[in-house]
């Protein structure tokens, strides 16, 4: 639910979506909860979800919710993201970590979970560190990198 998210929701909306499921690993602040007001005032159904989506089956959950719910899951948008700054050599393993769960692990599970769906779109947000590479970002590279894969 952070702004790539909220973009992505609101572009959906204006092509014609009419239900979403937004999922983040904190609630919405007050400026997200007013724009996801607007978003169904224009008469979508927006269900929100605090999740990280590196926990599978968390994430497994949300998708049984929406298999209960009787609509149709069109697509996936992965937007996650996470960043700990530092120097190669004060990134320690925990610190890569950290950072590639949102990515990695997020993207993995929502492949997995997905993959026997007929989806209309899957979409992984990555970033253009994942080809020139950013100092002091290597954990972020490598987790935008696997996106590419």
């Known amino acids: 639910m952070g702004g790539l998210g909220i973009l992505v929701a609101r572009s959906l909306v204006e092509q014609g979506a009419r239900h979403l499921v937004l999922l983040g690993r904190n609630a919405p602040n007050s400026q997200v909860q ?14 929100v979800a605090q999740v990280d989506v590196s926990q599978r089956q968390d994430l497994a959950n949300i998708f049984t919710e929406i298999e209960k719910s009787g609509v149709k899951l069109a697509g996936v948008f992965h937007a996650a993201g996470l960043l700990d700054d530092g120097g190669l050599l ?25 993959q026997n769906q007929l989806l209309d779109f899957f979409v992984l947000f990555s970033s253009a560190t994942a080809l020139f590479g950013s100092p002091g970002q290597a954990n972020h590279v490598a987790a935008n990198s696997f996106l590419m894969l």
């Open 34 to 47: 007013t724009q996801i007001q607007e978003l169904e005032a224009s008469g979508t159904r927006v269900t």
């Open 90 to 114: 004060q990134l320690n393993w925990q610190r890569f970590e950290k950072v590639m769960a949102a990515k990695v692990m997020g993207a993995w599970n929502l492949h997995t979970l997905t």
